[in-house]
Protein backbone atom coordinates (compact mmCIF):
# COMPACT_ATOMS: atom_id res chain seq x y z
CA UNK A 1 0.00 0.00 0.00
CA UNK A 2 1.63 2.85 -1.29
CA UNK A 3 -0.23 5.56 0.29
CA UNK A 4 0.40 3.97 3.75
CA UNK A 5 2.85 6.45 5.85
CA UNK A 6 5.17 5.18 8.83
CA UNK A 7 4.07 5.59 11.82
CA UNK A 8 3.48 8.71 13.96
CA UNK A 9 3.84 10.89 10.49
CA UNK A 10 0.64 13.03 8.89
CA UNK A 11 -0.68 14.73 6.08
CA UNK A 12 -2.09 17.78 7.31
CA UNK A 13 -5.24 18.56 4.79
CA UNK A 14 -7.59 21.32 4.36
CA UNK A 15 -9.08 22.50 6.74
CA UNK A 16 -6.33 21.45 8.91
CA UNK A 17 -3.63 23.20 6.98
CA UNK A 18 -5.32 26.42 7.29
CA UNK A 19 -5.91 26.64 10.87
CA UNK A 20 -2.22 26.01 11.04
CA UNK A 21 -0.64 28.29 8.59
CA UNK A 22 -3.22 30.94 9.96
CA UNK A 23 -1.83 30.15 13.69
CA UNK A 24 1.90 30.28 12.30
CA UNK A 25 1.56 33.82 10.55
CA UNK A 26 -0.56 35.20 13.66
CA UNK A 27 2.21 34.23 15.91
CA UNK A 28 5.44 35.14 13.60
CA UNK A 29 3.79 38.96 13.45
CA UNK A 30 3.80 38.71 16.95
CA UNK A 31 7.54 37.50 17.34
CA UNK A 32 8.22 40.42 15.08
CA UNK A 33 6.33 43.00 16.95
CA UNK A 34 8.22 41.93 19.89
CA UNK A 35 11.81 42.96 17.90
CA UNK A 36 12.28 39.10 17.21
CA UNK A 37 13.87 38.67 13.50
CA UNK A 38 13.18 35.12 11.76
CA UNK A 39 15.67 32.74 10.70
CA UNK A 40 16.03 29.72 8.64
CA UNK A 41 17.87 26.94 9.23
CA UNK A 42 18.91 24.56 7.06
CA UNK A 43 16.63 20.77 7.89
CA UNK A 44 19.76 18.67 7.37
CA UNK A 45 23.58 19.53 9.01
CA UNK A 46 26.53 17.48 9.70
CA UNK A 47 25.68 15.48 12.73
CA UNK A 48 28.37 16.54 14.75
CA UNK A 49 26.96 19.97 14.37
CA UNK A 50 23.66 19.10 15.20
CA UNK A 51 24.65 17.07 18.62
CA UNK A 52 28.23 19.13 19.44
CA UNK A 53 27.51 20.41 23.23
CA UNK A 54 24.45 20.58 24.34
CA UNK A 55 23.02 19.07 21.45
CA UNK A 56 24.12 15.26 22.77
CA UNK A 57 20.26 15.60 24.85
CA UNK A 58 19.51 15.05 20.97
CA UNK A 59 21.63 11.97 20.04
CA UNK A 60 19.09 9.14 19.79
CA UNK A 61 15.89 11.46 18.31
CA UNK A 62 18.23 12.63 15.25
CA UNK A 63 17.50 10.75 12.29
CA UNK A 64 21.36 10.07 10.53
CA UNK A 65 22.18 9.71 6.80
CA UNK A 66 25.42 9.62 4.50
CA UNK A 67 26.33 12.97 2.39
CA UNK A 68 26.56 11.69 -1.31
CA UNK A 69 28.57 14.73 -1.73
CA UNK A 70 31.51 14.46 1.19
CA UNK A 71 30.84 11.20 2.54
CA UNK A 72 29.89 12.46 5.94
CA UNK A 73 27.28 12.03 8.30
CA UNK A 74 24.41 14.16 8.19
CA UNK A 75 21.84 14.83 10.84
CA UNK A 76 17.83 15.98 9.86
CA UNK A 77 17.12 18.08 12.98
CA UNK A 78 15.40 17.16 15.76
CA UNK A 79 15.24 20.37 17.30
CA UNK A 80 16.10 24.03 15.67
CA UNK A 81 17.18 25.71 19.09
CA UNK A 82 20.95 24.49 18.76
CA UNK A 83 21.08 25.47 14.96
CA UNK A 84 19.71 29.20 16.10
CA UNK A 85 22.62 29.37 18.77
CA UNK A 86 25.10 28.87 15.98
CA UNK A 87 23.37 31.48 14.22
CA UNK A 88 23.57 33.66 16.33
CA UNK A 89 27.30 32.85 18.04
CA UNK A 90 29.18 32.37 14.46
CA UNK A 91 27.10 33.84 11.44
CA UNK A 92 25.53 36.93 13.00
CA UNK A 93 28.42 37.95 15.49
CA UNK A 94 26.40 40.60 17.65
CA UNK A 95 27.94 41.89 20.36
CA UNK A 96 24.34 42.98 21.95
CA UNK A 97 21.59 41.65 22.51
CA UNK A 98 20.15 39.42 19.74
CA UNK A 99 15.97 38.50 19.46
CA UNK A 100 15.97 35.87 16.79
CA UNK A 101 12.76 33.32 16.12
CA UNK A 102 11.85 30.26 13.59
CA UNK A 103 9.62 28.09 12.55
CA UNK A 104 9.75 24.84 11.18
CA UNK A 105 9.42 21.16 10.70
CA UNK A 106 11.89 18.50 12.60
CA UNK A 107 11.86 14.86 12.66
CA UNK A 108 11.92 12.32 15.76
CA UNK A 109 13.19 8.57 15.35
CA UNK A 110 10.70 7.83 17.80
CA UNK A 111 7.37 10.13 19.52
CA UNK A 112 8.03 12.48 22.41
CA UNK A 113 4.35 10.75 23.29
CA UNK A 114 1.74 8.43 22.25
CA UNK A 115 -0.54 10.67 20.65
CA UNK A 116 2.65 12.88 19.64
CA UNK A 117 3.92 13.20 15.43
CA UNK A 118 7.24 12.31 14.61
CA UNK A 119 7.62 15.33 12.25
CA UNK A 120 6.71 18.50 14.64
CA UNK A 121 6.56 21.98 13.68
CA UNK A 122 8.66 23.72 15.98
CA UNK A 123 8.24 27.78 16.50
CA UNK A 124 9.90 29.26 19.20
CA UNK A 125 12.10 32.78 20.12
CA UNK A 126 15.39 32.93 21.51
CA UNK A 127 17.06 36.27 23.46
CA UNK A 128 21.23 36.15 23.52
CA UNK A 129 23.26 38.72 24.86
CA UNK A 130 21.76 39.20 28.36
CA UNK A 131 22.73 37.05 31.19
CA UNK A 132 20.23 38.74 33.94
CA UNK A 133 16.98 37.37 34.57
CA UNK A 134 15.12 40.55 32.79
CA UNK A 135 15.80 37.79 29.60
CA UNK A 136 13.77 35.30 30.95
CA UNK A 137 11.19 37.47 32.31
CA UNK A 138 10.61 38.91 28.76
CA UNK A 139 10.74 34.98 27.22
CA UNK A 140 8.37 34.07 29.75
CA UNK A 141 6.22 36.88 29.09
CA UNK A 142 5.96 36.34 25.32
CA UNK A 143 5.15 32.74 25.93
CA UNK A 144 2.32 33.95 28.01
CA UNK A 145 1.08 36.13 24.51
CA UNK A 146 2.15 33.22 22.45
CA UNK A 147 -1.02 31.28 24.17
CA UNK A 148 -3.29 33.87 24.31
CA UNK A 149 -3.01 34.81 20.75
CA UNK A 150 -3.24 31.07 20.26
CA UNK A 151 -6.36 31.30 22.25
CA UNK A 152 -5.24 28.19 24.26
CA UNK A 153 -6.13 28.62 28.42
CA UNK A 154 -3.39 28.82 30.12
CA UNK A 155 -3.35 26.73 33.45
CA UNK A 156 0.13 27.01 34.84
CA UNK A 157 3.59 27.99 34.17
CA UNK A 158 5.61 25.89 35.92
CA UNK A 159 8.93 27.31 37.45
CA UNK A 160 12.16 25.01 38.41
CA UNK A 161 15.99 25.75 38.16
CA UNK A 162 18.59 22.65 37.52
CA UNK A 163 21.62 25.32 39.17
CA UNK A 164 20.12 23.76 42.38
CA UNK A 165 20.09 19.96 41.24
CA UNK A 166 23.82 20.92 39.54
CA UNK A 167 24.88 22.59 43.00
CA UNK A 168 23.32 19.63 45.06
CA UNK A 169 25.01 16.52 42.74
CA UNK A 170 28.19 19.08 42.56
CA UNK A 171 29.12 18.43 46.24
CA UNK A 172 28.40 15.05 45.83
CA UNK A 173 31.41 13.83 43.77
CA UNK A 174 29.02 11.57 41.69
CA UNK A 175 29.99 10.10 38.16
CA UNK A 176 28.04 11.20 34.91
CA UNK A 177 26.68 8.09 34.68
CA UNK A 178 24.74 8.14 38.44
CA UNK A 179 23.88 12.04 38.05
CA UNK A 180 22.16 11.01 34.94
CA UNK A 181 20.45 8.02 36.56
CA UNK A 182 19.56 10.74 39.60
CA UNK A 183 18.43 13.43 37.15
CA UNK A 184 15.37 10.72 35.54
CA UNK A 185 14.70 9.37 38.62
CA UNK A 186 13.73 13.61 40.01
CA UNK A 187 12.14 14.09 37.00
CA UNK A 188 9.99 10.91 37.11
CA UNK A 189 9.48 11.11 40.96
CA UNK A 190 10.16 8.21 42.11
CA UNK A 191 11.04 8.97 45.30
CA UNK A 192 11.17 4.89 46.92
CA UNK A 193 14.08 4.54 44.16
CA UNK A 194 15.31 7.93 44.59
CA UNK A 195 15.67 7.23 48.78
CA UNK A 196 17.62 4.15 47.60
CA UNK A 197 20.52 5.58 45.32
CA UNK A 198 20.88 8.49 47.86
CA UNK A 199 21.36 6.16 50.94
CA UNK A 200 25.13 6.41 50.75
CA UNK A 201 25.43 9.78 50.44
CA UNK A 202 26.07 12.79 52.87
CA UNK A 203 22.78 13.38 54.52
CA UNK A 204 22.85 17.35 53.73
CA UNK A 205 22.69 16.40 50.18
CA UNK A 206 20.49 13.50 50.68
CA UNK A 207 17.69 15.19 52.42
CA UNK A 208 17.89 18.14 49.77
CA UNK A 209 17.26 16.04 46.74
CA UNK A 210 14.55 13.71 48.29
CA UNK A 211 12.93 17.40 48.88
CA UNK A 212 13.21 18.57 45.47
CA UNK A 213 9.94 16.07 44.56
CA UNK A 214 7.94 17.34 47.01
CA UNK A 215 8.84 21.36 46.32
CA UNK A 216 5.66 22.05 44.04
CA UNK A 217 2.30 23.81 44.16
CA UNK A 218 2.51 28.16 43.86
CA UNK A 219 4.99 30.55 45.00
CA UNK A 220 4.82 30.49 48.65
CA UNK A 221 6.63 26.70 47.97
CA UNK A 222 10.05 28.52 47.33
CA UNK A 223 9.08 30.00 51.34
CA UNK A 224 9.59 26.03 52.36
CA UNK A 225 12.33 25.29 49.89
CA UNK A 226 14.68 28.32 51.71
CA UNK A 227 13.50 26.29 54.83
CA UNK A 228 14.61 23.05 53.60
CA UNK A 229 17.74 23.02 51.57
CA UNK A 230 20.89 23.52 52.59
CA UNK A 231 21.95 27.89 52.44
CA UNK A 232 24.51 27.21 50.19
CA UNK A 233 25.56 30.67 47.95
CA UNK A 234 24.48 28.29 44.86
CA UNK A 235 21.56 27.26 45.88
CA UNK A 236 20.57 30.72 47.26
CA UNK A 237 20.95 32.53 44.39
CA UNK A 238 18.68 30.03 42.61
CA UNK A 239 15.81 30.57 44.67
CA UNK A 240 16.38 34.67 44.55
CA UNK A 241 16.05 34.20 40.70
CA UNK A 242 12.54 32.38 41.14
CA UNK A 243 11.34 34.36 44.09
CA UNK A 244 12.21 37.56 41.36
CA UNK A 245 10.92 36.24 38.36
CA UNK A 246 7.57 34.98 39.68
CA UNK A 247 7.25 38.10 41.54
CA UNK A 248 8.01 40.10 37.84
CA UNK A 249 4.61 37.93 36.46
CA UNK A 250 1.67 38.87 38.05
CA UNK A 251 -1.62 38.11 36.53
CA UNK A 252 -0.11 34.98 35.11
CA UNK A 253 -0.83 31.26 36.83
CA UNK A 254 3.08 30.90 37.78
CA UNK A 255 3.33 27.41 39.90
CA UNK A 256 7.13 26.27 40.69
CA UNK A 257 7.96 22.44 40.56
CA UNK A 258 11.94 22.34 41.83
CA UNK A 259 11.83 18.34 40.54
CA UNK A 260 10.63 19.63 36.90
CA UNK A 261 14.16 19.39 35.29
CA UNK A 262 14.87 18.99 31.91
CA UNK A 263 17.93 18.78 29.56
CA UNK A 264 20.83 18.68 32.41
CA UNK A 265 23.40 18.73 29.48
CA UNK A 266 21.48 21.94 27.66
CA UNK A 267 20.01 24.05 30.39
CA UNK A 268 22.00 25.92 32.71
CA UNK A 269 19.58 27.55 34.93
CA UNK A 270 15.73 28.76 34.93
CA UNK A 271 13.61 25.91 33.10
CA UNK A 272 9.73 26.38 32.90
CA UNK A 273 6.74 24.87 31.08
CA UNK A 274 3.61 26.26 30.03
CA UNK A 275 0.41 23.54 30.65
CA UNK A 276 -3.17 24.38 29.31
CA UNK A 277 -5.44 23.04 26.64
CA UNK A 278 -6.93 20.08 28.43
CA UNK A 279 -3.34 18.44 27.65
CA UNK A 280 -1.95 16.44 29.64
CA UNK A 281 1.89 16.86 28.83
CA UNK A 282 3.14 20.59 28.85
CA UNK A 283 2.41 22.67 25.45
CA UNK A 284 5.66 24.45 25.28
CA UNK A 285 8.95 24.18 27.00
CA UNK A 286 12.18 26.31 27.83
CA UNK A 287 14.75 27.84 29.86
CA UNK A 288 17.97 29.47 30.06
CA UNK A 289 20.86 27.32 27.83
CA UNK A 290 23.96 29.64 28.46
CA UNK A 291 26.87 27.13 27.38
CA UNK A 292 25.17 26.17 23.86
CA UNK A 293 27.39 28.50 21.83
CA UNK A 294 30.13 27.45 23.22
CA UNK A 295 30.70 25.09 20.87
CA UNK A 296 30.65 27.09 17.89
CA UNK A 297 33.61 29.71 19.17
CA UNK A 298 31.21 31.84 20.82
CA UNK A 299 29.46 31.27 24.50
CA UNK A 300 26.94 33.60 25.22
CA UNK A 301 23.92 33.96 27.55
CA UNK A 302 20.64 32.61 25.83
CA UNK A 303 17.53 31.54 26.93
CA UNK A 304 14.27 31.14 24.95
CA UNK A 305 11.08 28.51 24.21
CA UNK A 306 9.52 26.46 21.60
CA UNK A 307 6.57 24.55 21.26
CA UNK A 308 4.97 21.91 18.21
CA UNK A 309 2.93 24.62 16.35
CA UNK A 310 0.57 20.70 15.13
CA UNK A 311 0.01 20.08 19.30
CA UNK A 312 -1.26 23.72 19.58
CA UNK A 313 -3.17 23.92 16.67
CA UNK A 314 -5.25 20.38 17.56
CA UNK A 315 -6.39 22.53 20.88
CA UNK A 316 -7.86 25.35 18.29
CA UNK A 317 -11.70 25.00 16.95
CA UNK A 318 -11.82 25.27 13.19
CA UNK A 319 -11.75 28.56 11.62
CA UNK A 320 -14.58 30.71 10.36
CA UNK A 321 -13.03 30.65 7.15
CA UNK A 322 -14.53 32.54 4.28
CA UNK A 323 -16.33 30.86 1.29
CA UNK A 324 -14.68 31.26 -2.01
CA UNK A 325 -16.42 33.05 -5.46
CA UNK A 326 -16.88 31.06 -8.29
CA UNK A 327 -15.69 32.95 -11.82
CA UNK A 328 -15.79 31.74 -15.56
CA UNK A 329 -12.72 31.13 -17.35
CA UNK A 330 -14.32 33.32 -19.82
CA UNK A 331 -16.75 36.41 -20.39
CA UNK A 332 -17.55 39.96 -21.79
CA UNK A 333 -15.18 42.53 -21.22
CA UNK A 334 -14.04 43.35 -18.13
CA UNK A 335 -14.15 39.98 -16.31
CA UNK A 336 -10.15 40.03 -15.88
CA UNK A 337 -10.61 43.56 -14.31
CA UNK A 338 -13.42 42.60 -12.04
CA UNK A 339 -11.31 39.56 -11.01
CA UNK A 340 -8.90 41.12 -9.70
CA UNK A 341 -10.19 43.73 -7.67
CA UNK A 342 -12.23 41.15 -5.66
CA UNK A 343 -8.64 39.73 -4.52
CA UNK A 344 -7.34 42.80 -4.24
CA UNK A 345 -10.26 42.51 -1.26
CA UNK A 346 -9.45 39.08 -0.02
CA UNK A 347 -11.59 37.42 -1.90
CA UNK A 348 -11.14 33.76 -3.01
CA UNK A 349 -11.49 33.67 -6.75
CA UNK A 350 -11.53 30.04 -8.50
CA UNK A 351 -11.85 30.14 -12.13
CA UNK A 352 -14.22 27.07 -13.67
CA UNK A 353 -12.65 24.88 -15.84
CA UNK A 354 -14.52 22.70 -18.29
CA UNK A 355 -16.27 19.23 -17.24
CA UNK A 356 -16.52 19.94 -13.59
CA UNK A 357 -19.77 21.32 -13.43
CA UNK A 358 -21.56 20.49 -9.65
CA UNK A 359 -18.22 19.87 -8.36
CA UNK A 360 -17.21 23.40 -7.43
CA UNK A 361 -18.30 22.98 -3.85
CA UNK A 362 -15.59 20.89 -2.72
CA UNK A 363 -13.31 23.40 -3.46
CA UNK A 364 -14.86 26.00 -0.67
CA UNK A 365 -16.92 28.01 -3.20
CA UNK A 366 -19.98 29.13 -2.25
CA UNK A 367 -20.36 32.70 -4.65
CA UNK A 368 -20.64 32.79 -8.19
CA UNK A 369 -19.89 35.49 -10.17
CA UNK A 370 -22.51 36.29 -13.10
CA UNK A 371 -23.36 39.10 -16.35
CA UNK A 372 -26.24 40.93 -15.45
CA UNK A 373 -27.55 44.10 -16.34
CA UNK A 374 -24.06 45.10 -17.82
CA UNK A 375 -21.95 44.44 -15.22
CA UNK A 376 -20.51 41.31 -12.97
CA UNK A 377 -22.26 40.48 -9.71
CA UNK A 378 -21.38 37.91 -7.33
CA UNK A 379 -24.48 35.71 -5.88
CA UNK A 380 -24.73 32.49 -4.18
CA UNK A 381 -23.81 29.49 -5.92
CA UNK A 382 -27.29 28.43 -5.69
CA UNK A 383 -28.82 32.01 -7.51
CA UNK A 384 -30.16 33.42 -4.66
CA UNK A 385 -29.18 37.17 -3.36
CA UNK A 386 -26.92 39.21 -5.16
CA UNK A 387 -23.88 41.75 -5.03
CA UNK A 388 -21.93 43.95 -7.06
CA UNK A 389 -18.32 42.90 -8.25
Known amino acids: MRWVLPEYFQDVLPPEADKLEHLRRKLLDAFRLHGYQLVVPPLVEYLDSLLTGAGQDLRLRTFKLVDQLSGRTLGVRA ?27 VAHTLPATLTAS ?22 IRLLAEVLRIAEVPTSRIDLGHVGLFRAL ?5 MDDDAVRDLFG ?18 ATVRSALLALPKLYGDASV ?44 YHSGVVFAAYGGHSPSALALGGRYDAVGKAFGRGRPATGFSLDLRELVQRLPAPDLPGAILAPASGPDGLNEAVRALRARGEIVVETLPGHEGSWGETGCDRQMVWHDEQWLVVSLEGEGAAHG
Open 79 to 105: DMTPQVARIDAHLLNRQGVSRLCYCGA
Open 118 to 139: REPIQIGAELYGHAGIEADIEI
Open 169 to 173: VGRAA
Open 185 to 202: LLQAKDVPTLTERLAPLD
Open 222 to 265: LIEARRVLPDWPEVVTALDELDRIAAALPGLPISVDLADLRGYH
